[in-house]
Nanobody, 128 residues
Framework: QVQLVESGGGTVQSGGSLRLSCEFS????????LGWFRHTPAKEWREGISCLSRGDVSTYYADSVKDRFTISRDNAKNTMFLQMNSLKPEDTAVYYCAIVDEFVRGYECYDPAAYDYWGRGIQVTVAS
């Protein structure tokens, strides 16, 4: 059974940092494409903020997080990470990790519909 469990969320002051982790079980992480998403009540959809392809060949960052967030993985620990620096109040959201084996044609890595498995989400709150 595939399970994804996020950790590392919480409350931080504006300008601070957090590192989210997503630990996997039931699969070998290195064979998968990874994504981080976030959701706020103001939006109806989950925003794709960062992706890391299988083999770490390519990455994607949404403009809203570019140069502040970094996605990575540790295959030996079966864990993916999102390092978040220079956090802003608008980064406040529930963050989700997700994985997919192969992207179906027509789907981009930041499209939540492209992903097969999801974590349950973790709250990140940035206080001003």
């Amino acid at each position: 059974q595939v399970q994804l469990v996020e950790s590392g969320g919480g409350t931080v002051q504006s300008g601070g940092s957090l590192r989210l982790s997503c630990e996997f079980s039931g699969l070998t992480l290195e064979h998968w494409n990874l994504g981080w998403f976030r959701h706020t009540p103001a939006k109806e959809w989950r925003e794709g903020i960062s992706c890391l392809s299988r083999g770490d060949v390519s990455t994607y960052y949404a403009d809203s997080v570019k140069d502040r967030f970094t996605i990575s993985r540790d295959n030996a620990k079966n864990t993916m990470f999102l390092q978040m620096n220079s956090l802003k109040p608008e980064d406040t959201a529930v963050y989700y990790c997700a994985i997919v084996d192969e992207f179906v044609r027509g789907y981009e890595c930041y499209d939540p519909a492209a992903y097969d498995y999801w974590g349950r989400g973790i709250q990140v709150t940035v206080a001003s």
